[in-house]
Each structure stands twice: as C-alpha cells, then as structure tokens.
C-alpha cells in the first residue's frame, strides 16, 4: 500500500470542486485538492520515489511499488510560464516524503487570475483502488491524503 501525503499546507476540498473538468471529471485518475494556504511555501514529495515529471507548477513522484503520483501546483498555471516557480530537484532525483520539490507561493498565483487549488492525483489507478481519501478537512504538509491499494 501507498500512503500519499499533502505536498502543501490548506484545506482538502476533493477532486470535485476543482475548478477543471479534466481534474474534477477524475479523467487524469483519483485522488483528492488542496486549497493552499495563501503564503509563500515550498512543495513537497507525497511519497518517496523518482521524480519521472518535473515542471515549474506540477511534477510527478513513482514510488518503489510503481505508484505515481502527480501533484499539480494550481489550475491552468502552465500558462504563468513558470513566473513564480522555482524547481529545486531535478527529474531523475530519488526525493523522500516530505522533500522539498519546488518553491511557490500560492497567492501570487491567484493575483495572476489562476486557481491555486492543487489536485494530487493517483495517476492509472482505479477510483476503488483508494481509500481513506481527505476531501473535507484542514490538512498541514505531510498529513495523509488517501491511501492506494
């Protein structure tokens, strides 16, 4: 089993109030949001693995059972360019849980007009395949988000 922790300090709000039909339809799999807290922070690795995807506002972590995880730092923030972003691992990099990923602050996202909400998502797992999922609680870095089978 996968214990996926919260990259981010906030409020866990479920996939479903994500303002994105893909995260929200669970088309890029299950998994639960985070609405952030709105100071600046830094990202963290929910499992410990190899970062296999690496941008400025979202990156992936496969753990040693071939569970991946992608976190994605705020909605349609591919288009800020990575303003505001800064990577401190590189893909490739074996991170543990809690390891700092990447630097951002999550107000400065929502003044550029984007949602800061961040979906961690378990990626080709089945809905049923999780349990434990948080979609209702205030959540601090490394609290358990959902746990996958």
């Known amino acids: 089993m996968t214990r996926v922790t919260s990259p981010v300090s906030g409020r866990a709000i479920g996939l479903t109030a994500v303002p994105d039909p893909v995260f929200s339809g669970a088309m890029v799999g299950p998994g639960t949001a985070v609405d952030p807290e709105r100071t600046p922070a830094e990202a963290v690795a929910p499992v410990s693995g190899v970062i296999v995807s690496l941008h400025p506002h979202a990156f992936v972590v496969v753990d040693d059972e071939g569970h991946g995880v992608l976190t994605h730092l705020g909605i349609d923030t591919v ?10 691992v590189n893909k490739g990099d074996n991170v543990q849980r809690g390891q700092a990923v990447v630097r951002w602050n999550p107000a400065e996202v929502e003044a550029a007009g984007k949602s800061p909400v961040c979906p961690v998502v378990a990626l080709e797992a089945m809905v049923d395949s999780l349990s434990s999922v948080n979609e209702s609680s205030d959540v601090k870095v490394g609290d358990t988000l959902f746990d996958w089978q």
Do not use: P, Y
């Open 79 to 88: 288009q800020l360019n990575g303003q505001g972003f800064e990577l401190l």
